[in-house]
């Protein structure tokens, strides 16, 4: 079992070595958020719960951190076959 540690995500993050589902896309727009706010949350963040995939049997993080103006957002990511951290969804809280 690959345990994520959020060290490996914002390492992931600080190499550009990610891709951002269409869903996550479309919840950055409704909620009028950039790209850079994704990367913040994840570089203040900690990881609050870890879930498998019923489907896939892949382990996802939900974190836990803040946008650039100080919001309050969590995001789901998981490693992909790649090896590039994938954001399925972001939101705020």
Request: with cysteine; charged share 25%; proline share 0%.
């Amino acid at each position: 079992m690959l345990k994520l540690i959020i060290s490996e995500l914002r390492d992931l993050i600080r190499s550009l070595n990610y891709v951002v589902s269409i869903h996550a896309a479309e919840e950055l727009d409704d909620d009028n958020l950039t790209i850079l706010d994704l990367e913040n949350i994840i570089f203040t963040g900690t990881i609050i719960k870890r879930q498998r995939d019923r489907q896939t049997n892949e382990i996802k993080c939900v974190i836990h951190g803040f946008t650039l103006n100080d919001l309050e957002a969590e995001i789901v990511v998981k490693i992909g076959a790649s090896g590039k951290l994938v954001v399925i969804t972001i939101y705020l809280v």
